[in-house]
């Protein structure tokens, strides 16, 4: 958990603050039975009523000191314990977009948000009790413990048999338990991954009409968790009684030797009374530290996932010097101070396909792509094409390096991707995916994803070029209607276009269209391939589809089959060399095509 020592040295100051509060808090309330006491004994049996009422005072002095200090405690600590979640959260997202997607499959995007929200709370409820009754707890306890004895020693006999069985109670409690929980929070994890999967598959679901299956999916995870959590708080139910028990046992006991040290005049009824006001703190606290140990446990359980998350290394290491255009040189500081090697690049937006070989990690088997290798030279449409599987969005995935290939290298502008500076090489890359993806905000929000400081003027081209501006247009709020979820009132090809303008009105050196016109008509994606071809004079445009029209206009065409390059060339070449190529034309256009 080395994670917490930052907040730790930011937040210390106020912690102790509140600490002191709280310390302050119990010493009021230790005192208040030894000064009732003494009204008993004192006072009321000497009939001194003015010792009395001054005694009276001082409790009432000391019961608003308490006061004060319990409001002052709750104020910080409450600003502390806020504070640092708020932060530990946002640190915490921080870290994960720093992520490689090999990290985040490996750790599951539910159990991510499982650890953002639920474990950073459970942290956040457990640092706020520590400044609250948590530390206020054992301070109570000893602290009556130590009351007891010096009002009276022979009675502190009964502490001896009491505290010991208690402590042995709270250890079991956290052996036992702290397995427990950690099985609670792996089937808190399994359910909001099921919730998930329904929520964004939900028009599968209800176009086959799967609820059954859902319903007893979720239902199967939701028992998990119900049996987990019962299993973990049926510990709690074993312990929790056992510790009242024994205190009460404790107190029985103290009536029964104090009524008769009482009647034989070793003791005074006053002294009972406190006696008993303390036995009664110390229950109070003891039960403070069986829910102190039992809330430590789950705390325990979410700071360790969460240091999972911070303790992880990106699996794409990040080159300390990395490589940035020169003229980039005046954006970063000069280059003699500075953690950048620069290079000269006559031409932007050459690719190098060298040798590459890649396989995803912990995959087994043959390698997803095997040995290839070409050139995308500044300006040129590459098409790439082949049947489903053949490795076609993995090899365009390798460019803006959101995977590492396993052998071989990728070149963009004659710099390998993995010694180039990734923030710097995204900057100047457009991606349409495959699935489709836009956020909650308007219709603008969207497109400005691609540049923020776009113009009203850029935006409008650019979804003129994807052919998205008549039907923004047409929309009562036109570029300001306002999108759901994932834009769940456009339809699928007003979606693609949507996400085609974003990736325009970049400007980018690089453009990959991951088979980003499915969902659009023939005629409509001609139109856009038209388009592009005059908005892309200098622009090296990476072209995946499964439609043989999306690709057989392009300056030169890459085939693929099974992870291996079979075949490159413009559209006529292939139909002469190319059996695989020649084969998707057919079933895709006919044989009289030819």
């Not at 103290?254 to 040290?261: A, C, Y």
């Not at 400081?453 to 036109?478: R, T, V, W």
Request: hydrophobic share 45%.
């Amino acid at each position: 958990m080395h994670f917490m020592k930052k907040y730790w040295g930011k937040y210390w100051k106020r912690f102790c603050l509140a600490v002191s509060c709280l310390m302050l808090e119990a010493l009021c309330d230790l005192m208040q039975p030894t000064i009732m006491s003494r009204i008993v004994d004192v006072g009321v049996a000497g009939r001194n009523m003015s010792f009395v009422l001054s005694m009276g005072g001082v409790m009432l002095l000391v019961t608003l000191l308490g006061a004060v200090a319990a409001v002052s405690r709750n104020i910080v600590s409450s600003n502390v314990s806020q504070r640092f979640s708020a932060e530990m959260r946002s640190d915490l997202f921080k870290k994960i977009q720093t992520f490689s997607f090999d990290n985040i499959n490996r750790f599951e995007t539910a159990s991510l948000v499982t650890r953002l929200t639920n474990d950073v709370t459970q942290v956040q409820t457990f640092v706020h009790g520590l400044m609250r009754i948590f530390v206020k707890a054992p301070i109570t306890a000893i602290g009556s413990i130590i009351m007891a004895v010096l009002l009276n020693p022979p009675m502190a006999l009964v502490l001896v048999a009491v505290v010991p069985v208690i402590s042995i109670l709270i250890s079991a409690n956290v052996r036992i338990g702290y397995p427990k929980f950690m099985k609670v929070q792996k089937a808190l994890d399994r359910v909001n991954s099921v919730m998930r999967e329904y929520l964004a598959g939900v028009r599968v679901v209800k176009a086959f009409n799967r609820f059954s299956y859902e319903t007893e999916r979720f239902d199967r995870t939701n028992k998990d968790l119900a049996a987990a959590s019962t299993t973990a708080m049926r510990v709690v139910a074993i312990f929790s009684p056992g510790i009242t028990l024994t205190v009460n046992m404790g107190i029985i006991a103290v009536l029964w030797f104090g009524g008769l040290r009482v009647n034989n005049g070793s003791m005074h009824v006053g002294q009972v009374i406190a006696f008993i006001n303390y036995m009664t703190q110390i229950l109070f606290s003891l039960m403070m530290i069986s829910f102190v140990f039992t809330m430590f446990v789950r705390a325990k359980t979410s700071a360790e996932r969460i240091g999972e998350v911070f303790a992880a290394e990106n699996t794409m290491p990040v080159r300390q010097r990395p490589v940035i255009p020169a003229d980039k040189a005046n954006e970063a500081s000069s280059p003699e101070n500075s953690a950048f090697t620069y290079v000269s690049t006559a031409k932007k937006g050459r690719v190098d396909f060298e040798q590459v070989y890649f396989t995803y990690e912990g995959a087994s088997g043959e390698p997803v792509l095997k040995d290839i290798t070409f050139t995308c030279m500044p300006g040129e449409t590459v098409g790439i094409i082949g049947s489903t599987g053949s490795g076609k969005s993995s090899l365009v995935n390798l460019v803006p390096r959101f995977h590492d290939v396993t052998s071989g290298c990728i070149k963009v502008d004659g710099v390998d991707v993995r010694d180039a500076d990734t923030r710097e090489l995204r900057e100047r890359i457009a991606v349409v995916s495959q699935k489709t993806v836009l956020f909650t905000g308007t219709i603008m929000d969207n497109i400005k994803w691609g540049r923020e400081d776009a113009s009203l003027q850029d935006i409008e081209k650019a979804a003129g070029i994807a052919q998205a501006h008549a039907f923004i247009s047409n929309l009562p709020e036109g570029y300001d209607t306002l999108l759901g979820r994932g834009g769940v009132n456009l339809s699928g090809g007003q979606k693609q276009r949507v996400s085609i303008a974003r990736a325009l009105v970049r400007r980018p050196e690089i453009l990959i269209l991951d088979d980003c016109t499915s969902a659009v008509d023939v005629a409509t994606e001609t139109r856009i391939r038209e388009a592009l071809k005059e908005y892309s004079g200098g622009l090296t445009c990476l072209v995946i589809a499964q439609r043989i029209t999306s690709v057989i206009g392009a300056d030169r065409i890459v085939v693929l089959d099974n992870g291996r390059m079979v075949g490159t060339g413009n559209h006529e070449e292939l139909m002469q060399t190319c059996e695989v190529y020649r084969e998707i034309y057919r079933s895709q256009i006919g044989k009289e095509g030819i």
